[in-house]
């Protein structure tokens, strides 16, 4: 059974920091892409990062140069370390993992709160 379990949301005022992390397993994750996604109230489901399996990644604009994603294959995680926070960054952070086979996975969801 695949599961995938996030975890690190919660209130942080404006300029600080969260890391978040997601957990997983049922999967390979070593040869998968990680992803995260963020939901705010009243939008729709952004993509703002993800990596490959090699560690390439990219990143959306508003998100670039403040969020940074990372991997560890030993531990099948992905993380979130994001700086820098704005309110706007405020919004549900989901994870997404693509298998190799190309199967999709998401996580249940953290909330970031981000205080002015």
């Known amino acids: 059974q695949v599961q995938l379990v996030e975890s690190g949301g919660g209130l942080v005022q404006a300029g600080g920091s969260l890391r978040l992390s997601c957990a997983t397993s049922g999967i390979i994750f070593s040869t998968s892409t990680a992803a995260w996604y963020r939901q705010a109230p009243g939008k729709q489901r952004e993509l703002i990062t993800y990596i490959t399996s090699g560690a390439y990644t990219i990143y959306a604009d508003s998100v670039k140069g403040r969020f940074t994603i990372s991997r560890d294959n030993a531990k099948n995680t992905v993380y979130l370390q994001m700086n820098s926070l704005k309110p706007e960054d405020t919004a549900v952070y989901y994870c997404?993992?693509?298998?190799?086979?190309?199967?999709?996975?998401w996580g249940q969801g953290t909330q970031v709160t981000v205080s002015s």
């Open positions: 997404n993992i693509v298998a190799s086979a190309g199967s999709t996975y």
